[in-house]
């Protein structure tokens, strides 16, 4: 026997549900800059197909929507943005950078960093300091970076807007976090 008009229907309306991770279960105040930028800067990286997996799987993420980044030999670097948790913003984030090595250039970039589970977002809300290695090339509004697997329970991916900027430096960088009220 074939299943009539409203079973069918719910079903569609089921698949399309379950199979469009891409829409934010959260829509920006239109009257905030910052959240706007970052709902746009979460879609950007949803469109990336190296991003797909960590977004169907990973506990949480943070985007950084606005990162700038100066370097000559020194550099450093800001960016802020938002915590988000089963795709609804929890909290702010802020990022310093300080960094050294063979680097030159500016860049202007959005950043994205996933959790794998509550433990990593746990720590990241704690605010330590860690040190990294970069290494890539970007130019323009073209970007190409070596972004890593999840190491210790994160996986970061950057999303080059303009500048130029090439490195091979050691950085260290302090994230913090505050809750949404």
Known sequence: MRPGPL??????????????????AWEPDPESKAERRAAA?????????????????????AV???VGRLSLGFGGAYGRGFVF???????TTRFWQLSSGIQAGGRYFSMI???????????YKLGKFELMGTA????????????????????????TKFGLMVEAAVAGAKFTYKPLE
């Open 41 to 61: 800067a979460v879609e950007r990286f949803r469109k990336q197909p190296r991003t797909e997996h960590y977004f169907e799987n990973a506990h949480s993420y």
């Open 85 to 91: 948790e089963q795709d609804r913003p929890t909290g």
């Open 136 to 159: 890539g090339f970007s130019l323009a509004t073209l970007g190409a970076s070596k972004d890593p697997a999840y190491h210790k329970g994160v996986a970061i991916f950057s999303n």
């Open 113 to 123: 960093i996933f959790f794998k589970d509550e433990e990593a977002l746990e720590y």
């Open 7 to 24: 079973p069918a229907l719910i079903l569609a309306l089921a698949t399309v549900w379950t199979g469009s991770g891409a829409a934010l």
């Open 64 to 66: 950084l929507h606005s």
